[in-house]
């Protein structure tokens, strides 16, 4: 069975402090994983994919995610947060050969303060 | 050309009304899909085609009927919806099986009155 559990449904950071955003996943095969920004009214733009390259995933807008198999983690990092940043995220998995199934964790919300 | 394009951005029908959204990609992806995301939720696939073909329909209301007449567009044919299908409605596209993800449209904003 494959699932996604993102471990915080509101995170609240400083600007330019650091941001992390954690995710869990369970799956029977070696997955893709993803992380997607959605801001307010809009679609949800690609900010980085882990497919079984480097564990250490660099995305847009200075955001990073490290593959971690043994712990079946896929947190998504940020050094320092910026208020444009203010956003729900999700994080995706797609496991190996289950054709077009792509599974979504509940979504974190993002508040940067000033 | 690396988007994928929706229209209407907001869409009002009545409950007896007869509308439909429209997708259009020109990445050359060959599998589209149909999202539907109410608020605070995570997006809901409804329908997948794969090479213009129907290959996932997640036992959506006949209410909504997809279409895709080439594989660059995909449509979602609308009758008769209630006010509980109010929603954004999402399209992506991916190359083959979606492994390197999925682009996403910005959607459509539908509310049924």
């Known amino acids: 069975a494959q699932s996604v559990t993102q471990l915080d449904s509101h995170v609240s950071v400083s600007e330019g402090t650091p941001v992390l955003l954690r995710c869990n996943y369970s799956?029977?095969?070696?997955?893709?994983l993803f992380w997607y920004v959605q801001h307010p009214n809009k679609g949800l733009q690609l900010l980085l994919k882990?497919?079984?390259?480097?564990?250490l995933v660099k995305g847009i807008n200075g955001f990073e995610a490290e593959f971690k198999k043994s712990e079946t983690s896929f947190h998504l990092t940020k050094p320092s947060a910026h208020m444009s940043d203010a956003a729900e995220y999700f994080c995706v998995v797609r496991p190996l050969n289950t054709g077009n199934q792509f599974y979504f964790g509940t979504g974190t919300s993002l508040t940067v303060i000033p | 050309d690396t988007e994928v394009t929706q229209t209407p951005k907001h869409l009002v029908m009545g409950m007896t009304n007869k509308k439909s959204l429209k997708c259009e990609q020109h990445?050359?992806?060959?599998?589209m899909y149909w999202y539907k995301q109410k608020a605070k939720k995570p997006p809901e696939l409804m329908f997948v085609y794969s090479y213009e073909k129907l290959s996932i329909n997640e036992s959506v209301p006949s209410r909504f009927s997809p279409e895709c007449p080439n594989s660059s567009l995909l449509n979602l044919h609308l009758h008769a919806l209630q006010p509980e299908d109010s929603a954004l409605y999402l399209c992506?596209?991916?190359?083959?099986?979606?492994?390197?993800?999925?682009?996403f449209g910005s959607g459509t904003r539908l509310t049924v009155v």
């Open positions: 990445m050359g992806h060959r599998a």
């Open positions: 992506a596209s991916s190359e083959g099986q979606g492994k390197y993800g999925y682009t």
């Open positions: 799956s029977s095969y070696s997955p893709s």
């Open positions: 882990y497919t079984s390259a480097a564990t």
